[in-house]
């Protein structure tokens, strides 16, 4: 426990947990689609096992326009299922639902999804992981994302 709560302070809060990690190549996410992908955790340990396979959800808008969602619900944080046939993600826990965009439609969560930022890189989709998606981080992430595509 104490490991737990001193580590923050060893490594430092200078980002040096984040990385850019493969999602897959282009054609995995087809244009006007929303798949499910995962990813392995840069900051993982030899026992986390499974648990470091985080899943994330992945829009292609157009071309090489995508948007990468956290699945976790902005409210509580529970796991969010895409609904193809009505274009929307929907909380089960409290009933949130998103936009296809991951904006907030309906129900408690504060804001919308947190969103990864992105690259391509050599016909592949990268993002950049290793932060929880927390309200604290989103704005400046949502910033980045921009910035690693302009």
Known sequence: MIGYLVSPIVRGSGGKYREWVDLGALDEF???QTRLATYKNPIS?????QTDNLPCWVRRIQGGQFQVFAINCAHLGCPVRWFPQSGLFMCP???GVYYQDGSV???PPPRGLFQYPYKVVDGRLMIEAGQLPTLSTHASLVKRSKECQG
């Not at 340990?45 to 096992?49: E, H, L, R, V």
Request: aromatic share 8%; charged share 15%; glycine share 28%.
């Open 93 to 95: 826990c409290h009933g």
């Open 105 to 107: 439609a309906s129900g």
């Open 30 to 32: 087809p244009e006007g």
């Open 45 to 49: 340990n030899a026992w986390d096992g």
